[in-house]
């Protein structure tokens, strides 16, 4: 299932006893997508390797053993776990630390409509 990510601003801040009305800029959320299975070790590893990022963002789970998973269980079976990051190819088999920062930090900086 696809979900949005939400955004939320700050809207009102006080200046001098004034409230003025302020939009700042925000991230939106991204999506972490983990490929995984039931009885995969270095899937939990994985899982236990992200919790300290778990806060910057929402995490999509996706067992590629359920029959309308089948194109990523032909795609990925021999390396789970497999990361995406905003529905991109980001990493397999363990958690690169570095490069889930780096690729964290690149995300858009987005305004509210």
């Not at 700050?10 to 490929?35: E, I, K, N, Y």
Request: glycine share 2%; hydrophobic share 40%; aromatic share 8%.
């Amino acid at each position: 299932s696809l979900s949005l990510s939400v955004c939320v601003c700050q809207s009102v801040m006080l200046l001098s006893g004034v409230a003025r009305a302020v939009t700042q800029h925000c991230r939106r959320t991204p999506v972490l997508t983990l490929f995984t299975k039931e009885l995969c070790p270095l899937c939990d590893e994985a899982k236990a390797a992200l919790e300290p990022y778990r806060h910057r963002f929402e995490l999509q789970e996706v067992d590629i053993t359920r029959p309308e998973n089948r194109v990523w269980f032909d795609r990925y079976h021999q390396h789970i776990p497999v990361f995406h990051l905003n529905g991109q190819f980001l990493m397999q088999h363990r958690v690169n630390a570095v490069l889930l920062e780096r690729r964290l930090e690149e995300q858009p900086i987005t305004t509210p409509n």
